[in-house]
T-cell receptor, first 113, second 113 residues
Framework: GDSVTQMEGPVTLSEEAFLTINCTYT??????LFWYVQYPGEGLQLLLK?????DKGSNKGFEATYRKETTSFHLEKGSVQVSDSAVYFC????????????FGGGTRVLVKP | DAGVTQSPTHLIKTRGQHVTLRCSPI?????VSWYQQVLGQGPQFIFQ???????GRGNFPDRFSARQFPNYSSELNVNALLLGDSALYLC????????????FGPGTRLTVL
């Protein structure tokens, strides 16, 4: 079945540091890939997505590229802010699975001033 | 426009009881999905509904059931509650056929004592 593996946290960074969160996946066919963010006490917000190989999703300074050859969708941001402190989830939907999102376990990021 | 709304925000129940959680999708969205997020883990897919019919089901026991109403709102019911049912229950809505654009509500925090 489908699965998503992402690096465990917590990841602790200083403000303006570079952030990378690794995500790899297993899925049949050609999945769509997502990064969601969850701020403390809140639900999930879609951060970015990519629907086909080599697509780059980007939003709020975050980027991720759909790499089919390595089955990866790593999240990056060049200069983090304290407000980026949150839990980040990598997820996918696969063909024929309807709306079902398969999530990774989440990576907590803490940015210190 | 209002986003996805869920009620109640928090709920405390004891083992063996029954619970009903409610979700109102974004106006115009006819598809609703439910997820369970245990503390420290990624969300797990429970159900998808549209046009008042179940369209997908995750690996959850029959104690979990749901339904969708003519106004596209939805209820999630859990019978014979177990301690392990303690979690954040998330609802997501989307346009039919738009699995890549799902919007999440803030969730209902269920605690089973």
């Amino acid at each position: 079945g489908d699965s998503v593996t992402q690096m465990e946290g917590p990841v602790t960074l200083s403000e303006e540091a570079f952030l990378t969160i690794n995500c790899t996946y297993t899925a049949t066919g050609y999945p769509s890939l997502f990064w969601y963010v969850q701020y403390p006490g809140e639900g999930l917000q879609l951060l970015l997505k990519a629907t086909k190989a080599d697509d780059k999703g980007s939003n709020k300074g975050f980027e991720a590229t759909y790499r089919k050859e390595t089955t990866s969708f790593h999240l990056e941001k060049g200069s983090v802010q304290v407000s980026d402190s949150a839990v980040y989830f990598c997820a996918l939907t696969s063909q024929g699975a309807g709306n079902k999102l398969t999530f990774g376990g989440g990576t907590r990021v803490l940015v210190k001033p | 426009d209002a986003g996805v709304t869920q009620s109640p925000t928090h709920l405390i129940k004891t083992r063996g009881q029954h619970v009903t959680l409610r979700c109102s999708p974004i106006s115009g969205h006819k598809s609703v999905s439910w997820y369970q997020q245990v503390l420290g883990q990624g969300p797990q897919f429970i159900f998808q509904y549209y046009e008042k019919e179940e369209r997908g089901r995750g690996n959850f026991p029959d104690r979990f059931s749901a339904r969708q109403f003519p106004n596209y709102s939805s209820e999630l019911n859990v019978n014979a509650l177990l301690l392990g049912d303690s979690a954040l229950y998330l609802c997501a809505s989307s346009l039919v056929g738009r699995a890549n654009e799902q919007f999440f509500g803030p969730g209902t925090r269920l605690t089973v004592l």
